[in-house]
């Protein structure tokens, strides 16, 4: 009975495996640590111990030698059949690396640049810098403490933790003296604390009070009636100062004029301003044994009244001179102008002549002949122009006066001239039944005679001939001449001065007959 061929088969199976664990002894525990999980290797090297013990009465197995042929080409297809399961599987997973432990929370270092911002009679501001050095914990917040100076009663005085870097330690004692320290904290515990180097006194720092008046009140503050008046003026000084005001050096009347003061500033108002509330103003704000001081100038003004008096002065010619007084009610301001206006008593419309005019004095010029005129005049000031005019009682008459005419005395010049053709006549030709006109111009003074001839004969008053003279223009007009007009015509001119004769020929021709018409 022959030995069984699957120990030889499964130990020519593993010798691959370890040829090929030598090729990478350098590989990494994760890649063999697959190889030994296998349960293909283990199955391979139990199946020759099981072997290794053949039963009692069998032959002895052949030595390993004789056998490794066939074995051989048994393992191969083996081998081959199993290559592509190897070849298909997913590589095995990585194990990971162990976590390594958390690092220790540690608390930050202390906060830094810790001082006093501000304090009053009841309360300490302070304020600080973040710890240098956070770490990986953070930082939740701060816990700022107190105690009394001389004692290490450390107390919280923030139920939760306070997040800014600026603190205001209120309800306080005033004239204690308190020691402060602030804590930063997270999740590693409390920082080393930082505190000031001195117990702080609880008690508002003096500091002297000073008015800033703005400049537009620097000058004098001018109001119309009837305006409202508010006008804030800041002031600074510490603890708050006490404000009072007067008027003129007299105390304010708080039913004409409202006071109110805050921290920073106090404001005087006015619901209606009226004249009397004109005067000098005084703001004093006092600290203790300290005091500062400001004035203020208030102006209320209106429109001023009407001249105290105006008269007519003179009157010549074409003028009127006129004078005034100043009005009695200047609006509680200077007066700018006046202005003077007219009015014809014929239709009682008023005309401004003058207007801005500084004078007290005036004179109207360019006055109509004839006319009777009133004036009147108005005072202005910044506010306006008055409401009312003072007239003149008298009134200024514009007389007329009585002119005389005398003519300018001419020397007579001599335009006598004897008759002289300016234009002569033109020789002319005309046809056989066509009227025709001759035409010639002569100037001279007497006016001339003209006489028209033919042939040295005077023509006349022969209804053939039509003669006509206008403005020197002398023509002839011959109408529908025959064979026997033709001629030499003349036309001569004679006055007082002389004579003058200017002469032309007229040819008259036969009309021209076509050849049809011959035959």
């Known amino acids: 009975m022959p030995s069984k061929p699957a120990p030889i088969k499964k130990a020519a199976k593993k010798e691959p495996a370890k040829k090929e664990e030598e090729k990478a002894p350098e590989a990494a525990p994760a890649e063999a640590a697959p190889a030994e999980a296998s349960p ?8 020759p111990a099981e072997a290794a013990a053949p039963a009692e009465g069998e032959p002895t197995p052949p030595p390993a030698d004789a056998a490794a042929a066939p074995a051989a080409e048994e393992v191969a297809p083996a081998v081959d059949a199993e290559a592509p399961a190897d070849a298909e599987a997913p590589p095995a997973e990585e194990p990971k690396p162990p976590t390594p432990p958390p690092p220790p929370k540690e608390p930050t270092s202390a906060p830094v640049d810790l001082f006093v911002e501000d304090k009053n009679d009841t309360s300490v501001t ?18 700022i403490e107190i105690c009394k100076d001389g004692t290490e009663d450390w107390k919280a005085v923030n139920e939760e933790l306070q997040k800014s870097c600026r603190f205001v330690i209120k309800n306080q004692t005033t004239g204690d003296r308190l020691k402060i320290r602030v804590v930063a904290v997270n999740a590693g515990g ?36 009837g305006e409202k008046i508010n006008l804030s003026i800041p002031f600074t000084g510490k603890p708050k100062p006490v404000v009072t005001w007067t008027k003129d050096g007299q105390p304010l009347d708080t039913k004409r004029v409202n006071i109110r003061s805050t921290d920073r500033d106090s404001i005087l108002f006015i619901r209606t301003a009226e004249r009397d509330d004109s005067g000098v ?21 209106e429109l001023p009244g009407p001249p105290a008096s105006v008269k007519i002065v003179d009157t010549w010619g074409f003028n009127v001179a006129l004078e005034w007084t100043a009005p009695k009610d200047n609006g509680n301001t200077e007066i700018t102008g006046y202005t003077v206006q007219k009015a014809d008593k014929k239709t009682g419309d008023w005309f401004t002549v003058l207007d801005h005019y500084h004078r007290l004095n005036a004179t109207i010029s360019d006055l109509i002949m004839g006319n009777i005129y009133k004036f009147r005049v108005f005072a202005e000031n910044k506010v306006g122009i008055s409401e009312s005019a003072t007239v003149a009682k008298e009134e200024a008459k514009i007389l007329k006066t009585a002119i005389e005419y005398k003519p300018p005395e001419y020397k007579e010049r001599d335009f006598t001239e004897a008759p002289k053709f300016t234009t002569s006549l033109n020789d002319r030709a005309t046809t056989v039944g066509y009227s025709t006109k001759l035409l010639c111009s002569v100037r001279g003074f007497p006016k001339p005679k003209v006489i028209w001839m033919k042939n040295q004969m005077i023509i006349g008053d022969d209804p053939k001939y039509r003669q006509v003279c206008v403005q020197g223009i002398c023509t002839l007009e011959i109408r529908k001449p025959g064979n026997f007009d033709g001629g030499v015509y003349s036309c001569k001119a004679k006055n007082t001065l002389g004579e003058a004769t200017v002469s032309c020929k007229l040819e008259v021709k036969q009309p021209v007959v076509p050849d049809s018409e011959k035959k």
């Open 190 to 225: 409390r920082s080393p604390p930082v505190a000031l180097p001195e117990a702080v006194l609880v008690k508002e720092v003096a500091n002297r009070p000073k008015v800033r008046l703005p400049r537009f009140l620097r000058q004098r503050y001018v109001a119309n009636v």
């Open 126 to 143: 302070i304020i600080w810098s973040q710890p240098e050095v956070v770490g990986d914990s953070g930082l939740d917040g701060y816990t």
């Open 281 to 301: 103003y005084e703001m004093c704000v006092k600290v203790e044994d300290f005091e500062d001081k400001a004035s203020l100038i208030l102006q209320i003004v």
């Open 40 to 47: 293909a290797p283990a199955e391979v090297e139990a199946a």
